[in-house]
């Protein structure tokens, strides 16, 4: 059994992380000893290496719910897990997608400008005037 302290340790974790997890039910309650303290079975550090991996890749703590509950039934067709991550994928590539039109109209704001004085800036310029922007669709990351 492993205190939470070497539980964070061995998956990387924070133990006010394991903490919240516990609380929003993705990591179950723990055992507690008679003084009170946490321990963990060695599954718990597989759980929690889960969830950060998830996390790490963007997954909300919904889809990170709901694909613990998959892995948590082996037998279960993989069809949900597939399709959180296609949707995932979907949401990434739209979130890319409005990175690369902001990436491209800064781009051309900062070419533009001339460093001469904030009068004549074209930074300032296109902020106060959405009109002079190449795209009306910049910054729309979701």
Not at 35 to 58: N, T
Not at 74 to 79: N, Q
């Amino acid at each position: 059994m492993l205190p939470i302290g070497m539980l964070a340790r061995r998956a990387g974790a924070k133990v006010q992380t394991i903490r919240y997890y516990e609380q929003i039910g993705l990591m179950s309650e723990p055992v507690r000893t008679y003084g009170g303290q946490r321990r963990y079975e060695e599954e718990a550090v597989k759980r929690l290496s889960f969830i950060r991996h998830a996390r790490a890749l963007g997954f909300s703590l919904d889809q990170i719910r709901n694909l613990l509950d998959l892995a948590d039934d082996p037998k279960r067709d993989c069809t949900t897990a597939d399709s959180i991550a296609r949707e995932h994928l979907q949401a990434v590539k739209a979130k890319i997608a409005a990175l690369n039109s902001l990436k491209r109209e800064l781009t051309r704001m900062v070419d533009c400008c001339d460093g001469t004085d904030t009068a004549h800036c074209r930074v300032i310029e296109t902020l106060a005037n959405h009109d002079l922007c190449a795209s009306d669709t910049h910054g729309t990351v979701q």
